[in-house]
């Protein structure tokens, strides 16, 4: 078989690592720059799917929400989670990938053969596994996935905040929220995802934190799902980001373009790449979930009601992968539950009848 990855990114190269001969196609001249996502998983799940403990940078047992305005929820995390250096993480993958095609921006599929930006032809392919990741440039004909800019800096600041700090504040971020990462003693990674005005609300995130820039920003689509109907499409098949396989509830996805990839070139390795398809199905269903959850908390903006309500509970993260989970476990174990629940459902109401109708 010859089979064609577009994209070296954790996914596109978690593929072509376990198939030895794929040929990848790259746009950029390196992997793991231009540099776009906080880079923060969780560990038990790393573990599981391979990541190496040397492109771990820190380790986090606790995240803060809060709305900067006196309100804040406190999470333990069960297993913790991981800072990861993301560029070394995609060059210990492309080590052990023989055939990368640097500078090769593929434009279009038709059939078994890829057109690339400079008029080349290449193929015919027996797969073409897209891995482009959150630009979802040619993934975008099987499926639309919601995308959010996103814009991040890394700043030295005074503010000794613990850890992990998510913010939900709608002067900050209508659509989606903010985050304040501590990456070292006293330098943060601030960024935020919203539909507009990015460069104000980030510069107005870094000023209340009193903050100054170390380095240039970066950024770049941030995705909230939902995944994609199918994964397999004839000779295409897709994976990572260019599925929508991330978490909804906080665009998340290094994990899930690692365990994708791996399971896509299983099933290629076979001749089957149905057995992708179905090895994601529960996958899948779990992320759609997530996504109607994140209508209702972001869209209905709940959010903000809930942590109110919520202010000053203190709970176990159960499964920092799966928010579902996570937010459920917290709800039964705190008795204000009742009144969260129903602002949730008042906030929500219109959407599920019209869903359930």
């Known amino acids: 078989m010859r089979i064609a990855v577009i994209g070296a990114g954790p996914a596109g190269l978690s593929v072509a690592a376990a198939l030895k001969d794929a040929e990848v196609f ?14 923060l ?25 809060t709305n900067l305005d006196g ?23 492309a080590e052990h990938v023989a055939n990368i095609r640097f500078g090769e921006k593929v434009t279009a599929i038709k059939g078994p053969y890829l057109y690339t930006e400079r008029g080349e032809k290449y193929g015919p392919y027996d797969y073409i596994v ?13 499926g639309e996935v919601v995308r959010l800019p996103g814009l991040q800096v890394d700043v030295k600041s005074p503010a ?15 659509a989606y929220f903010a985050w304040v990462v501590e990456v070292d003693k006293g330098v943060y990674r601030v960024g935020l995802a919203d539909k507009c005005c990015l460069v104000e609300k980030l510069n107005k995130l870094v000023k209340l934190l009193k903050g100054s820039p170390v380095d240039r920003p970066f950024g770049g689509g941030v995705l909230a799902g939902p995944p994609v109907q ?16 991330v978490k909804p509830l906080s665009g998340g996805g290094i994990v899930l373009a690692v365990k994708s990839g791996k399971l896509a070139a ?92």
């Open 266 to 357: 299983e099933a290629l390795a076979r001749g089957t790449p149905s057995l992708y398809e179905e090895g994601t199905r529960q996958l899948r269903m779990r992320l759609r979930a997530a996504h109607l959850l994140f209508k209702l908390l972001y869209g209905k903006r709940a959010v903000d009601r809930l942590l109110k309500t919520l202010s000053g509970g203190d709970y176990l993260a159960v499964d920092y992968d799966d928010h579902v989970k996570t937010l459920a476990t917290a709800a039964l174990t705190d008795p204000r539950s009742l009144a969260a629940l129903r602002a949730l459902l008042l906030a929500g109401y219109s959407y599920v009848s019209h869903f359930f109708k």
């Open 26 to 39: 790259e746009e950029h001249n390196v992997v793991g720059l231009p540099r776009h996502c906080t880079s």
């Open 71 to 93: 309100d804040f929820i406190r999470f333990r995390i069960r297993g913790g989670v991981y800072l990861l250096d993301r560029p070394g993480l995609e060059r210990r993958l």
């Open 130 to 142: 897209v891995a482009e990741g959150s630009l979802r440039r040619l993934s975008r004909a099987y």
């Open 41 to 65: 998983v969780s560990a038990v799940s790393a573990e599981r799917v391979g990541i190496p403990r040397e492109v771990v940078v820190r380790r986090y047992d606790e995240l803060y929400v």
């Open 230 to 245: 199918r994964v397999v499409h004839g000779r295409v098949v897709l994976v990572g980001d260019a599925a929508g396989l």
């Open 160 to 174: 000794e905040l613990p850890g992990i700090t998510v913010v939900y504040n709608p002067k900050i971020s209508q």
